[in-house]
């Protein structure tokens, strides 16, 4: 399985982004496309998962009702759309994928991609 996410940027307090991930290969084999964040000196951690079949969502309570996450089955994509964007937000994102039903845990995720950066500027 891999995984490539894109759309990452420098953007103002208050503006908006979306992230994607293209996933490819063998796309049966986990059940779950995670979007985590990593700010430096941070541990790595959990914003939105979203079940690759049934399209069920989770959220961290952080990014609840700015954030969404969906997937667009005819590219094999997720994207992350993210608004009301603030300081903390600022970090390198990653998409994974994993076995485990909406996982929050990121040791759950057996394939990440590379991440991409989102700096927020006050």
């Known amino acids: 399985v891999q995984l490539q996410a894109s759309g990452g940027g420098s953007v103002q307090a208050g503006g908006s982004l979306t992230l994607s991930c293209a996933v490819s290969g063998r796309t049966f084999t986990f059940y779950t496309v995670g979007w985590f964040r990593q700010a430096p000196g941070e541990e790595r951690e959990f914003v939105a998962a979203?079940?690759?079949?049934?399209?069920?969502?989770n959220y961290a309570d952080s990014v609840k009702g700015r954030f969404t996450i969906s997937r667009d089955n005819a590219k094999n994509t997720v994207y992350l759309q993210m608004s009301s964007l603030n300081s903390e937000d600022t970090a390198v994102y990653y998409c994974g994928a994993s076995a485990v039903y909406l996982s929050t845990a990121a040791r759950n995720y057996d394939f990440w991609g590379r991440g991409t950066l989102v700096t927020v500027s006050s």
């Open positions: 979203i079940n690759w079949k049934t399209e069920t969502t």
